[in-house]
């Protein structure tokens, strides 16, 4: 069997400050590495392509558009996505894309379910979006008949083909679960490993609870039914 390449895609979006240890990190479990730039007004674009990495650019629209760049620019047969503000553990990639490798998944996501994560818990608006995203769970595990822990983590590893096959069409970080449910839909086999998230390094989250509840509803409603 033909070894399957890895490619490493980090969506970044003015990331300049926490960008050179992610791209430093991965690259030992890379064979290729995609920085996906969301027209990064600071320094990011310049450290990544001084790292070694390709550098493309998304059109603008959001981290999901980002994701979607990634997944057709990739030369790799396995994709590992990992955010670029510190969020993720790159030591973590073997966990996810060991499965893969071995045919036993086609799609592995970190679970902060049962790895935990710094963001979810200690303020109201961190309560709601744990509580949205539970909800959101609890409907795809009943609808699929399955047990699954987390939905929503960016940190994960998919086929290219597969990623390729699912079309995806959301522009912000609603992609993720977007994701979930067209490998459901598929028959595509979904696997977890536990991972921790730690809260971003530097700067601010570009998810706004209040403008993004609504379109995290209305996918996750068009894309389940
Ligand atoms: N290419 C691209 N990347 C983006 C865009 N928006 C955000 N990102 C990156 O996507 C990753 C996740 O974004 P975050 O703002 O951390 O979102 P999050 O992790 O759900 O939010 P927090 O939990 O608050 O960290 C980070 O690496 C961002 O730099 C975008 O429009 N385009
Ligand atoms: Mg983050």
């Excluded at 970080?173 to 730690?198: A, D, N, W």
């Excluded at 809260?199 to 601010?204: D, M, Q």
Aim: charged residues 30%.
């Amino acid at each position: 069997m033909k070894t399957m390449k890895t490619t490493v895609v980090i969506p970044a979006k003015n990331e300049e400050r926490s960008i050179s240890k992610i791209i430093t990190k991965c690259r030992k479990y890379a064979d290729e590495l995609l920085v996906v730039d969301g027209y990064s007004t600071d320094g990011t674009v310049r450290v990544a392509r001084k790292l070694g990495a390709r550098v493309v650019q998304d059109h603008g629209l959001g981290k999901g558009d980002g994701l979607r760049v990634g997944i057709r620019e990739a030369k790799g047969d396995i994709l590992v996505f990992i955010d670029a503000d510190g969020s993720h553990d790159p030591n973590d990639i073997p966990k996810l894309i060991t499965p893969i490798k071995q045919n036993k998944a086609d799609m592995v996501v970190g679970s902060r379910g049962m790895g935990g994560s710094d963001e979810l818990h200690g303020d109201v608006e961190k309560l709601l979006r744990m509580i949205g995203s539970d909800i959101i769970l609890i409907g795809i595990n009943k609808k699929f008949k399955v047990n699954l822990t987390d939905s929503q983590n960016g940190y994960r590893a998919i086929r290219t083909d597969a990623a390729r096959a699912l079309n995806l069409k959301e522009n912000i970080t609603t992609i993720e679960q977007e994701m979930t449910i067209k490998c459901l839909k598929k028959g595509f086999r979904i696997s977890e490993v536990p991972t921790h998230e730690y809260a971003r390094e530097h700067g601010a989250s570009v998810i706004k609870l209040r403008k993004v509840w609504f379109r995290y509803v209305w996918s996750f409603l068009i894309n389940l039914l």
